[in-house]
């Protein structure tokens, strides 16, 4: 007679997880309802980065379906036509000084117009109304007004008298670029605002009253609890404002007429339509995107680093 | 069986390498008839010519139907088109082909040559004469055919002329210095704002209103570029570009582009136009018109301008060419050519022009110049890069004459090389 006896306790068996179980993760409906934006930023977004990069290192034009043509691989070419354009180099010039002039404007008056708006103002409905309207307007629209003011015999000028520029602001080598700034960031103003304003309601009151036994002004406390309160949004700010920037085309296309005076205000982005749309180049302005694109980048990178940093 | 598959694979190959190759002109293709659809400029006046034209070939065609649309919206009617041969969705013809984009359509392969239909070539030549030579591609062949032009002259304001103590009737503006003189005149009188407002922006284009009139003229008769060469680095260039930079320098022309109509709102004793301006100022404006001017003041009869004309292509995407190519000949033939020139005052890409339709210009005394002006004119260069050399010409032109930053002797020799550096590449 033998006698069976267990002496190790063996762990309970589980079940062996299937490749596809472990792909799909543990809420596989989850992929369902993520499954459209994916498919979006895929085809939208992704899809056309990599074509033009693809269509940079080429030499590709735009062909008829069916039409026989050669796009061989050029390497860097394109991007040593780039960089040896002085109207492109000008381009990106132009829209450093730019971003000089609108990043810091748009941080400081959406913040500062942000905190007035959420204290207790007057009209603070129809204020806060006025300021978002220029960002749903159409730029065509509102480049006719601003063409209006600072226009040759503009209002602006009308008011100026003898102190008005010559040449006048749009045709001003010097002055049109910062008036494009200008009208950028009023235009932006209001989708900035409106950011600092849902940031400033996280900024817990207690800060506030405790700045205030402590004999801060609202200046100080503006400074010392506004101001690294709604940090994260400033850094949602100027990455904002930072891509919208780079991406300038409206404004030098209709406020200045084609980048003018003498190719002033010309952006990057302007030359790739120059190039790509009406010249038939579109690898060489795949080229200026992507080195844009990486710029981009970077001084996004830098400014969210030291944003964030104490 | 792997015999099969090797035939099956060999005939798969073969459709597949004919269809890729079944773009542009195959015999097949330019003899297909069928219905078809056409683009027509926006401009109302040839809307209403071509949607007649096209009820009247419906009529007579009911199994090759056209529909006509007009060119849909976008920035320039270049850039859609372009959009449309990229897209394969391209009509059969566009009542609408700036010359100076065919060479961009026929690389993207989007143009049918007309040599490839019977007689192609010879009734673009038979219709427009020697002109049509200029409309020719560097393969030799025509991709488009020479339709209407709108010959560039000065029209001016006979009553702010007055004002300034001009005689409205016969203003000087023959010379340079005569024409620097009443610009003077009439700004210094405070008579207009600017003597003339040409668009001082910086697309391509803007130079075939201000420039190139008055090179054409100075040359008589030479293009930008000739044998893949600029041609204007030279000293009837300098003139124009000297006499331009005098206008704007001695605040003439203004450096900012025009709010509205300056002709129109009084604010400029002249514009440069086509006939189109006949229709458009009629009565609003006591106008006058006198042709471009040249350092010497050639006489009007030897002048050349430019002809700032629209011309019809067949494009590619087209499955019914034969029909394409008859409808072509039927909207340029000498009846529509007449209705065309009745309609919208725009002269017909025609040999003898004036003999071919005396009773239109008899009742419109108003047009003759124009037609006559358009038996002299000069079309951009039929060359590689085409467009990228007026702007390379148009940034270095910004700079040195409206802007005064640059000498114009050393803008001209810049944009020259650019422009000869352009056309010589494939």
Known sequence: MTTETKTVEEAPPVAPRSRLATLLGRQPLGIVFAAPYAVFLAAIFAYPLGLAVWISFHDYFFAAPGAQVERPFVGLENYTTVLSDPAVLRSFVNVAKFLVINVPLTVVLSLVLATLLNSAVRARGFLRVSYYIPYVTASVALVAVWLFLFGMTGLVNQLLGPLAPDPSWLVNGGLAMPVIALFVTWKQLGFFILLYLAALQNVPKELYEASSVDGASRFGSFMNVTVPGVRPATVLVVILATITGANLFTEPYLLTNGGGPDGASTSPVFVMYQKGIEQGTPDVAAAIGVILVIAVLIISFVNKRLLESD | ?426
Do not use: H
Request: charged share 20%; hydrophobic share 40%; glycine share 8%.
């Open chain 2, 1 to 426: 069986m792997r015999s099969i598959v090797m035939a099956a694979t060999t005939t798969v190959l073969a459709l597949t390498l004919a269809a890729c190759g079944d773009s542009g002109g195959s015999s097949d293709a330019t003899t297909a008839k069928g219905p078809i659809k056409i683009w027509l400029s926006n401009n109302p006046e040839e809307i209403a010519w071509g949607e007649a034209m096209v009820e009247e070939w419906n009529a007579a065609n009911p199994d090759e139907k056209v529909t006509a649309q007009e060119i849909p919206a976008g920035t320039t009617s270049e850039e859609v088109i372009g959009a449309a041969i990229t897209a394969g969705n391209a009509p059969c013809l566009v009542f609408n082909t700036a010359p100076a984009a065919v060479p961009q359509f026929e690389k993207q392969g989007g143009l049918v040559p007309l040599d490839t239909f019977d007689g192609g070539a010879n009734y673009v030549e038979s219709r427009t004469g020697a002109a049509a030579e200029q409309y020719k591609s560097p393969d030799g062949q025509y991709y488009q055919i020479p339709w209407k032009s709108n010959p560039v002259m000065i029209f001016y304001n006979k009553d702010i002329m007055e004002k300034a103590g001009i005689d409205p009737e016969n203003p000087p503006l023959a010379t340079y210095d005569e024409f620097l003189d009443t610009s003077r005149e009439v700004v210094d009188s405070g008579a207009a704002k600017a003597a003339i407002w040409p668009a001082p922006t910086s697309e391509f284009f803007q130079s075939w209103f201000d420039f190139y009139p008055l090179y054409a003229a100075e040359t008589g008769g030479t293009q930008m570029v000739e044998d893949e060469a600029a041609t204007f680095d030279s000293e009837a260039g300098q003139q124009v570009a000297d006499f331009w930079a005098t206008m704007y320098s001695e605040g003439l022309a203004p450096k900012e582009a025009a709010p509205g109509d300056a002709f129109a709102d009084g604010d400029s004793a002249m514009a440069v136009v086509g006939p189109w301006a006949v229709a458009v100022y009629g009565d609003s404006v006591n106008w006058g018109v006198a042709p471009v001017p040249t350092s010497t003041g050639t006489a009007p009869e030897e002048i050349y301008t430019f002809s700032d004309a629209k011309n019809v292509a067949v494009y590619s995407a087209c499955e019914s060419q034969g029909t394409a190519w008859e409808l072509l000949k039927f909207a340029t033939s000498e009846e529509q050519d007449g209705k065309l020139l009745e309609m919208t005052g725009q002269m017909p890409l025609r040999e003898d022009l004036e003999s071919t339709y005396p009773d239109y210009f008899k009742e419109n005394p108003d047009y003759l110049i124009f037609a006559d002006q358009g038996s002299r004119t000069v079309e951009v260069p039929n060359v590689t890069n085409s467009i990228a050399i007026w702007q390379a010409f148009r940034d270095a032109y910004s700079s040195a004459v409206i802007f005064g930053k640059t000498s114009t002797d050393e803008a001209l020799s810049s944009a020259a090389d650019e422009a000869t550096d352009l056309a010589g590449q494939s």
